[in-house]
């Protein structure tokens, strides 16, 4: 019952964060604040929800509490596409590395290692899926923006939660200043 209340109420917050104060609010925005309320209403109904559903929930409540991190803003109009990059950033060792693939694999082998597998069984997650993720490296070489586009709420939140842990690192250069990079890649689970 503990546990409902809490649901309840991290519900009841998602509902008062996602309302738009700005007059121009559009359709989407009030569908989404009818499916919360909706969502509310039946945990209210139904008394208890399971452990996958919890789940879910939590995971939402961290999507949305790393999407109001102020300190994570920058503007990504300003970013240079990695690809185009003069110097790309370097990824913790890879400073001695000739391969131009150092940082994707590095960045590859910290997911593989990082991301909570256990998830696809939690989720019941059978069917093979890629999804994309971006990243905004900033002038000092910090993660400092993320999106995913994925649609398993659960997998969404694992992959934000990995992508945090990715180190400082030397910051990409263009014209011999340092600059915002927009680096984009994929990561495939279940199946």
Known sequence: MKTSVRLILILHLLFVFSCDTNESSNESESELINRVNDVMEQ?????NISEEEKQAIISLANLIQD??????????K?????ADVEVKPVYVGCENEI??????NRLASLIEAE???????????????TVEYFLLIDKTGKVTNRKI???????????ARVLKLIPIMKPAYQ????VEVMYNGTFTYGG
Request: negative net charge; proline residues 0%; glycine residues 4%.
């Open 43 to 47: 945990i209210a109904v139904q008394g």
């Open 115 to 129: 991301f909570d597998k256990t998830l696809f069984n939690k989720t019941k997650i059978e069917k093979e899926t």
């Open 78 to 82: 300003e970013a240079i596409s990695y």
């Open 175 to 178: 014209n011999g200043k340092a």
């Open 67 to 76: 999407e109001n991190d102020a300190s994570s803003y920058v503007n990504v």
């Open 99 to 104: 391969s131009k693939d150092c940082f994707k």
């Open 149 to 159: 586009r994925e649609s398993n709420v659960v997998v969404l939140a694992e992959l």
